[in-house]
């Protein structure tokens, strides 16, 4: 991890809201208490982890109703042993970003037409107190009952492609995104952009009207990047879901092709376009990321990483490697390896590192070993930066809501593992044979027209009480990895 | 799985699907390769040494019955009421030792069963495939099935044992949600008969006692657990039971033992100043409580996973507080 934490210091202490907030009495006992519930290792902070698409929203309403009602959870360790006494939601204190909206998320899922929920446009938080009884003889002994915060954000996938910024200069940013245009499948998408950018000067004087059309051809670009193609290293985040920045004159850049640089510094002279832009970059890194790193992003203490291994397989080759390459980037904006009491407290450091292949019911569970497999591969970045912090990263195939039956069939005299469910977009429930997943990266001839086409289906609907079958698949077994040890 | 090219994703009526879900999937070639525990060696000492026990017992016994035989007929030959009388006492008794063989044969049948199981079970702990742990756990949950307090458990287990989970996770499941209930009961004996052991060693006056309390204690114990654990312990069965615990505890070293014992122990209390006794109790104890842990281990139908093994330190821990 190398953001510039000096800088961010800095802006620490030049910010005077944050000396204001220091000062009140409510906020200051605030901030006490946090550190006592961190020294007594009673808060967890989880971050669930994910690009678009990856389950992060499902995920986090699936473990919370199942923590909350505290059954179909056999593997966690707590339940198994009936240690677990319940769980409350915390309404979120002042300060704290809005709440996560769990009833209206449980809700939808439990409808009778049960439904997705639709991309997450903006941050919130969830704030679970889990109440379970001390195992063993000498830690009852110290306190019968003990608490765990379990604290967790959603928020848009999106964003999670800023953290590299923080890490570029607007002239890196610019070359690298520029270089990226240019190759396939990319540069057809930005073809529109890219003639308009050929016209433009950046050292013409800057004209707010330019910067605002070459902003909207790039959102434009990114969109169909993320839209028609599917590919996930979109920066900036905000651009395509901006969340309350919408509009925001913040949002008006995009890169430019480096100016001579012997006539008077890269981007012309101050007032120049490739100023303007380079200026409103800077400020969107340190305003923008910096702030949604420092707030939400630094201090994890436990991660899990969701990945949609099918919809990237799906996707094609150029597809699967662009995942491939922005969980490695997007990961090493994080912190890993094992802190003690006091970097707990001041510099926390992410302990436990869970990758998960998401929506494993959509395959039979034959394919789950081989799931877990590739999924290994594809972040095997990722899991070495971790290994070599002396943490060592776990993997799971899981599925938050069980959405499909295995039936068995005979075809060509092979005997068939098939998947039943309700497929997304199309109200009727169908036996799907859906393909063998590789347990190593694709090779070439892999990537034939026929090989992966996987399906999604529509959620089958979560009963909330008293279900005849477990409705989840290893979402006890990756709780247990997360939590495991703190409701001990 | 199929060699060659991969089946291609392909669609089905669900008309045509027949009705019941089943998991059952083609065994895999994967299954991760686990060395079977080596079957006794057949040494030339245990042929000798079988043929001398066949031998001598078969003479004792044809020495003992042409005696009886020999008895009898002379009773008769005095009076037909002794001789009825005397060979009807004679014929209970013979029935009494075939029952009492053939319980102590179904007993050393059962513990040799659940090795069995236990040692396909260890198969299976790992692995990542599927359609193998249902037969399995089928036999470990007949061992179990006429027992009361084990019902609601199972019943659990079954609603948990989604058709998604492989067949290392449906054993660790079953061992989680059924086997505890067991382990608890049998690690709340091993605790028991290791304080007393403990206790009646540093009271008792003499050393020959000792010895006396501490087998017969270790016995009772031994006989409870694999009680717990469903073989109905006969003689033969516990002796096989002692033998294979102290084999088990004195492979795994003893001197680790008496460190463990003494050093942590009788180093961190004031036990050894009190008396070298309350230390003999102290170190009989521990020894009591690891062979109890060794024989849960044998007479325990699915092998414990490693983190649900239970520990002698903290055995101790508990013990000596």
Not at chain 1, 354 to 377: G, I, T
Not at chain 2, 65 to 87: P, Q
Request: net charge positive.
């Amino acid at each position: 991890m190398a953001i510039r934490s000096a800088r961010s210091g800095l802006s620490d202490l030049a910010g005077l809201g944050g000396l204001a907030s220091l000062a009140s009495p409510a906020a200051l006992q605030r901030r006490a208490q946090d550190l006592a519930n961190l020294a007594l290792d009673r808060t967890l902070r989880l971050a669930v982890t994910g690009l678009r698409g990856g389950g992060k929203t499902v995920f986090i309403t699936a473990i919370t109703h199942h923590l909350l009602l505290g059954r179909e959870l056999p593997f966690l360790a707590a339940v198994q042993e009936e240690r677990l006494l319940g769980a409350k939601l915390s309404p979120p204190r002042p300060g704290d970003p809005p709440a996560f909206p769990f009833a209206e998320a449980r809700a939808a899922l439990a409808a009778a037409a049960p439904s997705w929920p639709a991309p997450t446009d903006q941050l919130s938080a969830l704030r679970l107190r889990l109440r379970f009884v001390a195992k063993g003889a000498l830690r009852r002994r110290l306190a019968e009952h003990r608490t765990l915060n379990l604290e967790i954000i959603d928020y848009p996938g999106e964003w999670l492609l800023d953290l590299p910024l923080l890490e570029q200069s607007y002239g890196e940013w610019s070359a690298q995104t520029l270089a990226a245009a240019e190759r396939p499948p990319r540069a057809p998408l930005a073809a529109d952009w890219r003639t308009f950018l050929a016209e433009l000067d950046p050292a013409a004087p800057a004209d707010p009207q330019q910067a605002a059309r070459a902003a909207a051809l790039y959102t434009r670009y990114l969109e169909r990047c993320q839209a028609d193609a599917g590919l996930s290293q979109v920066q900036p985040g905000r651009f395509t879901m901006p969340g309350d920045l919408a509009g925001s004159e913040l949002l008006q850049f995009c890169p430019l092709p480096a100016h001579d640089p012997a006539r008077s510094g890269p981007w012309g002279a101050r007032e120049s376009l490739g100023a303007l832009m380079a200026a409103r970059y800077e400020r969107y890194r340190d305003v923008v990321v910096r702030s949604f790193y420092r707030d939400h992003f630094s201090r994890f203490d436990r991660q899990i990483v969701l990945v949609d291994v099918l919809g990237a397989l799906n996707r094609g080759r150029a597809c699967f490697d662009d995942v491939e390459a922005t969980l490695a980037t997007v990961l090493r904006s994080f912190r890993y390896g094992s802190s003690s009491l006091l970097a707990r407290l001041f510099r926390p450091r992410i302990e436990v590192l869970l990758f998960a292949a998401s929506k494993a019911d959509h395959v039979a569970p034959n394919q789950h070993h081989n799931l877990r497999l590739l999924l290994e591969r594809m972040v095997s970045e990722a899991a070495g930066n971790a290994r070599f912090e002396g943490i060592k990263p776990a993997f799971v195939a899981l599925a938050a809501l069980r959405s499909t039956d295995v039936v068995r069939t005979q075809h060509h005299g092979q005997t068939l593992s098939c998947v039943r469910g309700v497929l997304k977009g199309e109200n009727r429930e169908t036996v799907l044979f859906p393909g063998e997943i590789p347990p190593e990266l694709p090779a070439d001839d892999d990537w034939r027209a026929d090989r992966f086409r996987f399906r999604d289906f529509a959620p089958r609907r979560l009963v909330l009480q008293g279900a005849d079958k477990p409705q989840h698949i290893r979402l006890d077994q990756a709780l247990e990895v997360l939590l495991g040890d703190r409701l001990r | 799985m199929s060699a060659g090219r991969p089946v291609a994703p392909f669609e089905l009526d669900p008309r045509q699907v027949e009705p019941g879900r089943i998991a059952v999937v083609e065994p895999d070639a994967t299954l991760p390769v686990i060395v079977p525990e080596p079957p006794p060696g057949r040494s030339p000492r245990r042929t000798w040494r079988r043929l001398l026990l066949l031998g001598g017992t078969g003479f004792l016994a044809a020495l003992l019955g042409l005696e009886a035989y020999d008895f009898v007929t002379a009773l008769f030959e005095r009076s037909d009421l002794l001789g009825g009388a005397f060979s009807l006492l004679l014929a209970l008794a013979a029935v009494g030792a075939l029952g009492l063989g053939v319980s102590e044969i179904a007993s050393l049948r059962r513990l040799r069963a659940l090795g069995e199981l236990r040692t396909a079970g260890a198969q299976l702990l790992t692995s990542q495939v599927h359609g193998r742990a249902d037969a399995l756990l089928d036999e470990v949950e007949d061992v179990y099935r006429d027992r009361v307090e084990m019902r609601a458990a199972i019943e659990r287990f079954h609603g948990h044992a989604s058709d998604a989970l492989n067949d290392g996770e449906r054993v660790r499941l079953f061992a989680a949600s059924v086997l505890t209930l067991l382990d608890k009961r049998a690690y709340g004996l091993v605790k028991a008969a290791a304080r007393d052991i403990g206790a009646l060693t540093a009271l008792s006056p003499l050393g020959v006692l000792d010895g006396l309390i501490v087998l017969g204690r270790t016995l009772a114990m031994l006989r409870g657990i694999a009680r717990i654990y469903g073989v109905r312990p006969g003689t033969a069965a516990t002796t096989a039971l002692l033998r294979r615990t102290l084999r088990n505890v004195v492979a795994a070293g003893v001197g680790e033992l008496v460190s463990d014992a003494a050093v942590e122990t009788l180093g961190a209390s004031l036990l050894s100043f009190l008396s070298t006794r309350a230390g003999q109790g102290v170190v009989n104890g521990v020894l009591a409580a690891r062979l109890g842990l060794g024989a849960m281990q044998l007479c325990r139908p699915l092998p414990f996973a490693q983190d649900e093994l239970p520990s002698l330190k903290q055995l101790r821990k508990e013990l000596f507080e």
